[in-house]
C-alpha cells in the first residue's frame, strides 16, 4: 500500500531521530526538533492553527522540567509527540452506534468521495463481525449509481434494496425492507453533488427526519486535502454527522485532511479506506495510526489482519506444526496465501516496528509469490510433505511444470529451509524475516 503518510512518516522520524540519541536535553535542541516537526506538518497540508496548537502544546510538556532532568529526555519527547498525535486524531477509538434493529446508517458526501464503494466496503466490514447487513440505493442524482451499487452487492452477496418515488421515499422503504428481511442494518447511499449546496442538504435533512439514522457518516476524499476539511465543516452546519469515512489513504495525498479534521470539526474518524479492493476499509485507531506515522509499527492491527486472514480451524492447525517444529512445502504454501490474504505485503510488512525504513528502495516483487504458488503446486503431495526428496530431476520437472527456472526452484527450497529453521527458533522470540525469492535488488 502507498501510504497516504509515508513523506510525514519520514520527515518526522528524521526530525525526531536526533532526541533519542541525546542523554540530555535543551531548549535550543528541542525548539529545533519542533521546527522540524512544524514544517513536515505544514508540507503534509495539515492546516495552520492546528499545527500551531500542536507545536506549541508539545513544546510546553518537552520543556517540563521532569522531562529534561529524565535518564532518556529523548524517548519522553518522542513519546510526548505520540500521545499529542493520537489526541489530535481523536483519542480513543470510534466505532458505530448499534440499537434496536435494523440499525440505520446514513452515508453522505459529495459525488466522486468514493461514497457508493465505501458502503459497500463498510457492508462487508460488518457482515465478517456477524452482522446482516442490507444497501439501500438512494443516489437517485447519478444515473450510475443505483447499478453500481447492485454490482457491488452482488460480488460481495450483500442484498440490495432499490425503490420507486424519490430519495426520502426509497430510504423510508429501504428501512421497512430491511425490517422484514431481518437484517439487522441497513445502510443508505444517499446522492451527492459536485459542491455543498441548497438542494444536497435539504434532501439529507428530510431524509434524517423520515428516517431518524443512529449513525450518519460523511465520506471524504483524502486526496482533496483541505478541501474535505471545508466540506466537513460545511456540512456539519446543516447535518449532525457522528463520524467520517476517509477514503483513498492508499492515494498520493499528504495526509494533511486526516490529520485535520478532528481537531477543526470535533467528530472522529472512524473509517479509512487503505485500498480499491472491498475488503480494504478499516476501523481507525488514532494511537496505532500515530506509531505507524513515527515508524513504531502496528502489530496490534497486523495481528487482526493474520487472524482475518486464517480461519480458526487454520489457526489451530498452524499452531500445533509450529509448536512441532514442522514447516512442509504445504505449510510454506498455506502461510503465502494467508500473507496474499492481508493485503500488500510491503504494506503488511511496514506494521512491524522498525521495518519501515528498512523498506525504503527496496522493491518487493509482489508477482513473484503467484510464481512461488505456482512451483509448490507442481510438486507431488509426497515432495510437498517430504521435502527433502527432490533431486536434480525432480527439480527440472518442477521448473517444467510451473513455467520457472531451477535456479528459481533452487531459491525456494532454500528459502523453505531457512522459514523451517526460524520455525524452530521462534520460541527464543526472534521476528521471521523477509524470504530472499520475494525481493529483488532495485536498479540504480
Not at 274 to 300: C, N, T, Y
Request: some cysteine.
Amino acid at each position: 500500500m502507498a501510504d497516504v503518510f509515508d513523506t510525514l512518516s519520514d520527515r518526522m522520524q528524521t526530525a525526531l531521530a536526533g532526541l533519542g540519541r541525546k542523554g540530555r536535553l535543551d531548549e535550543e535542541t528541542v525548539a529545533k526538533a519542533m521546527r522540524e516537526v512544524r514544517l513536515a506538518l505544514l508540507e503534509a497540508d495539515v492546516n495552520f492553527e492546528v499545527v500551531k496548537e500542536f507545536v506549541a502544546a508539545v513544546n510546553a510538556r518537552a520543556l517540563d522540567q521532569e522531562v529534561l532532568k529524565g535518564l532518556e529526555p529523548g524517548q519522553q519527547v518522542v513519546k510526548i509527540v505520540h500521545e499529542e498525535l493520537t489526541e489530535l486524531m481523536g483519542s480513543g477509538d470510534s466505532k458505530l452506534a448499534f440499537g434496536r434493529p435494523p440499525t440505520v446508517v446514513l452515508m453522505a458526501g459529495l459525488q466522486g468521495s468514493g461514497k457508493t464503494t465505501a458502503s459497500a466496503k463498510l457492508a462487508l466490514l460488518l457482515r465478517r463481525e456477524d452482522r446482516s447487513p442490507g444497501l439501500v440505493a438512494a443516489d437517485l442524482q447519478r444515473p450510475a449509481a443505483i447499478d453500481q451499487l447492485e454490482q457491488l452487492g452482488r460480488q460481495i452477496q450483500i442484498p440490495v434494496f432499490r425503490g420507486n418515488g424519490d430519495a426520502v421515499a426509497v430510504c423510508a422503504a429501504g428501512v421497512e425492507w430491511a425490517r422484514r428481511e431481518s437484517l439487522d442494518v441497513v445502510i443508505l447511499d444517499t446522492a451527492g453533488r459536485l459542491h455543498v449546496d441548497e438542494e444536497l442538504m435539504e434532501e439529507l435533512e428530510r431524509i434524517h427526519r423520515e428516517v431518524k439514522p443512529m449513525n450518519v457518516l460523511l465520506v471524504l476524499d483524502a486526496m482533496t486535502g483541505q478541501e474535505a476539511v471545508n466540506v466537513a465543516q460545511a456540512f456539519q452546519e446543516r447535518v449532525a454527522f457522528d463520524g467520517l469515512v476517509m477514503t483513498k489513504l492508499d492515494g498520493d495525498a499528504r495526509g494533511g485532511a486526516a490529520l485535520s479534521v478532528k481537531h477543526v470539526n470535533g467528530r472522529p474518524i472512524k473509517l479509512v479506506s487503505v485500498g480499491e479492493k472491498l475488503d480494504q476499509l478499516e476501523w481507525f485507531h488514532p494511537d496505532r495510526m500515530a506509531s505507524r506515522i513515527l515508524g513504531m509499527g502496528d502489530v496490534l492491527t497486523l495481528i487482526e489482519k493474520a487472524e482475518a486472514a486464517a480461519g480458526a480451524d487454520e489457526q489451530e492447525e498452524m499452531e500445533r506444526r509450529l509448536r512441532a517444529g514442522e514447516f512442509t512445502f504445504d505449510d510454506f504454501l498455506a502461510s503465502y496465501r494467508m500473507l496474499r490474504r492481508m493485503g500488500p505485503l510491503k504494506g503488511v510488512l511496514k506494521m512491524l516496528p522498525g521495518v519501515g525504513k528498512e523498506l525504503d528502495g527496496l522493491d518487493i516483487d509482489e508477482r513473484q509469490m503467484a510464481r512461488v504458488e505456482a512451483m509448490v503446486l507442481s510438486m507431488t503431495p509426497h515432495e510437498r510433505r517430504v521435502p527433502h526428496l527432490i533431486n536434480g530431476p525432480r527439480r527440472r520437472r518442477i521448473a517444467a511444470g510451473s513455467g520457472t527456472t531451477i535456479d528459481e526452484v533452487n531459491r525456494l527450497l532454500q528459502a523453505r529451509k531457512q522459514m523451517a529453521k526460524m520455525v524452530r527458533q521462534m520460541g527464543k522470540g526472534k521476528l521471521p524475516g523477509l524470504p530472499p525469492e520475494l525481493t529483488k535488488t532495485p536498479r540504480r
